[in-house]
């Protein structure tokens, strides 16, 4: 069920706003060697973009993923769709010199 409290946006399953026009979606910022979320859901927009919805302060949030975690991304919802859910779960990000990879813990 999706809410649709704008004609910008709709609030997911986890009440994180995600805007129609993807290119207005935040980007997760992965500036760091490693970060670790609190991940409540990964998914694809409408053109095959990743996000992740997260709980960060109290609030739920999502953010774009950066293109290099798309199969990443598909991978988990393949096992969704399967009946694997593995969120909530916690996420660790990491950035080295030969890309960005990403971890459930």
Do not use: H
Request: charged share 25%; with cysteine; proline share 5%.
């Amino acid at each position: 069920m999706y809410i649709i409290p704008s004609k910008d946006y709709f609030l997911n399953q986890r009440g994180a706003k995600v805007y129609f026009d993807i290119n207005k979606q935040p980007l997760l910022e992965i500036t760091k060697d490693r970060i670790v979320c609190d991940a409540l859901a990964v998914g694809c927009s409408q053109e095959m973009i990743p996000l992740i919805t997260i709980a960060e302060a109290g609030n739920v949030k999502c953010y774009r993923l950066p293109i290099e975690l798309s199969e990443w991304a598909m991978t988990l919802v393949g096992f969704a769709d399967m009946g694997e859910n593995l969120f909530p779960s916690k996420v660790v990000f990491t950035k080295t010199k030969e890309g960005l990879y990403a971890d459930i813990l």
